[in-house]
């Protein structure tokens, strides 16, 4: 049973992907895809950084063509959350289209954010993270669009929202459809452990006329429970039963139609300006349903920051939303994979045999390189450029980097955005990105380097405290003290009540790529070894969070580009 469903996967996968193959550089019909696809920001710097690749997919023919392609970056000020990004974007199409967008299909993909769990997805966005697929190469902007590549042509002109961290995977039965046509809300559904449950949402269905067992269902639910504890889940009669197993169905993406879309501008209208963070999960999908209860509202257990006002935002969600349907797709044989984290990161490209079998990953793809000498069933690499006598170890990643002579990668490591010389190794279970950064009118080059297991998000209250904070297991006070630093000297960029790695300013800016990673590898070493590494006197020393703020995107897209050309040219003489 099992092994017919992972064929029917795999199959139903390849089909997705070979259609949307199709549609790569072509004109696409309105009856045949999406008439926008929308791509959510954080700020105007990190929309550019979006406009400006997206454009040069276009012209690269990578992407579907003859639809508008939108970026909105939230306002600025204070965080708005996922659902305050649904909410204003909705706004500026409806600013941009008018009445038009009743008769619009559109996606929406959430990819704003900083991605501190994810860091070489930083600068450049997290949807468009490098994926070994596709020729093209394939980032997750396509395989977003891939993978819902049959919804616009079965489903009633609205909105499609999912995130750009996550690939869902389904199939459904031969002559079967995922079909959009209802009022409301429609979220598609996964079977989970009771386990994967507490840290998504989960949906409470209404009894089945007919109870039955297929591939696709389509079902009422009578509450959504946002991170819901076991307990609670029982209580609610949430937990479902298949052969024995208990089980749960969380969420992943959802639907609204177009009357929907002006109920929630009607609400946008009434809780703007927004001064908290809205969850287009938690705060939308809880106020649907025969069974949702206000009682929801004043539950904060799940909010990272408890800021004013979001208890009495949350209540006029409830009372706009009151009512509206929530519709659900069982989706009985399909996977959900989350991407936001290195560890998530390393294992799916590298390690889980099934997300590669189902989607075809490559251990190289678009890249010039040799993996004899390398355990090339366990790696990853993607836009980069290898000479052949480069061994890269199991479980690792190396993207859009350039790797001379001789070079050893060790095992569970990214490396992303690099230029290493020869005859340089990098230790196992290391996180090394190069940066490029405008400071002071000059460009200049900044290589961040963490163990993939510390945590960028940990901080305290001070910098006098720095010692609770470490770095390859190394308390950062020790760090700096190798580093020929006081630590009293050590600065903190932004908000210095809240010191972390991702602000601690602790990396050297050098004047061209090669030298900083030379620099960056030296402190790692140093605290490899326990033995005193020297920064250069008077170096300019800056954080991640402040190379972000000033990052060169156009260099690093230069870069790119030459590693692109280059990658293209040698390919072209092999196959000659």
């Known amino acids: 049973m099992a092994e017919r469903l992972n064929i029917h996967l795999q199959k139903s996968t390849k089909e997705k992907l070979d259609k949307f193959k199709q549609m790569r550089g072509k004109e696409v019909q309105s009856d045949e895809f999406w008439d926008l696809v929308v791509i959510t ?32 970056a939230d306002p600025p000020g204070c965080k708005i959350g996922n659902g305050g990004s649904t909410l204003h974007s909705l706004q500026c199409l409806h600013d941009k289209y008018g009445k038009s967008l009743s008769g619009f299909k559109v996606i929406l993909i959430h990819a704003g954010g900083f991605s501190q769990r994810l860091p070489n997805a930083s600068a450049l966005g997290k949807l468009l993270t490098a994926l070994p697929l596709g020729n093209p190469l394939y980032q997750m902007l396509e395989l977003k669009l891939a993978m819902y590549v049959d919804f616009p042509s079965h489903m009633k002109p609205g909105m499609l929202v999912t995130c750009a961290d996550d690939i869902e995977l389904y199939s459904v039965p031969a002559q079967e459809n995922v079909v959009f046509d209802k009022s409301g809300f429609t979220a598609l559904a996964h079977p989970s452990p009771l386990s994967i449950g507490t840290t998504h949402g989960v949906f409470v269905l209404e009894p089945a006329e007919t109870p039955r067992i297929c591939d696709m269902e389509y079902r009422t ?45 009607t609400l946008f209208s009434e809780i703007s300006p927004l001064t908290c963070e809205i969850d287009a999960y938690g705060d939308f999908l809880q106020a649907l349903g025969q069974r949702a209860t206000v009682d929801y509202t004043e539950n904060t257990a799940n909010v990272t920051k408890k800021e004013n006002g979001l208890i009495e935002i949350r209540r006029k969600i409830f009372h706009r939303l009151k009512g509206t349907a929530l519709n659900v797709i ?170 972390s790695l991702w602000n601690a300013c602790i990396f050297p800016v050098c004047s061209n790529l090669k030298d900083s990673f030379v620099m960056s590898l030296g402190m790692l070493k140093a605290l490899d070894s326990g033995t005193n590494f020297t920064l250069l006197k008077n170096a ?37």
């Open 41 to 72: 920001a954080v700020d105007e710097d990190q929309k550019s950084a979006y406009e400006i690749q997206i454009t040069e997919k276009l012209e690269r023919n990578e992407l579907p063509l003859g639809i508008n392609y939108h970026v909105f």
């Open 330 to 499: 069982l989706l009985n044989n399909s996977k959900f994979y989350h991407v936001g984290t290195t560890e998530e990161y390393l294992f799916h490209f590298t390690a889980d045999p099934c997300l590669r079998a189902e989607l075809g990953l490559l251990s190289a793809a678009f890249s010039v390189c040799d993996l004899e000498r390398s355990e090339k069933t366990r790696v990853c690499v993607t836009h980069s450029i290898l000479h052949p006598s480069v061994t890269v170890s199991q479980g690792s990643v190396v993207e859009y980097s350039r790797l001379d002579a001789r070079v050893k990668v060790g095992s569970r490591s990214i490396i992303s955005g690099c230029w290493i010389g020869t005859d340089l190794s990098v230790s196992s279970d290391t996180f090394i990105h190069s940066l490029a950064v405008n400071l002071d009118g000059k460009t200049g080059f900044v290589t961040v380097v963490f163990g993939v297991r510390d945590d960028l998000k940990k901080s305290v209250s001070s910098p006098a405290h720095m010692k609770a904070l470490s770095l390859f297991e190394v308390n950062l006070e020790d760090c700096v003290g190798l580093w020929g630093l006081f630590p009293e000297k050590v600065r903190f960029s932004g908000d210095t009540t809240m010191c």
């Open 540 to 576: 300019t020393l800056t954080s991640l969070q402040e190379t972000l703020q000033n990052k060169n995107l156009e260099e690093m897209l230069k870069f790119r580009k030459k590693l692109y050309e280059d990658i293209l040219r040698v390919n072209l003489s092999n196959s000659v």
């Open 221 to 265: 639910c009578s509450q959504f429970l946002h991170k819901p504890s076991i307990e609670k889940m029982f209580k609610c009669n949430a937990i479902c039963k298949r052969e024995g197993k208990e089980f749960v169905y969380t969420d992943s993406t959802y639907y609204f139609d177009y009357g929907t879309s002006m109920t929630l501008l």
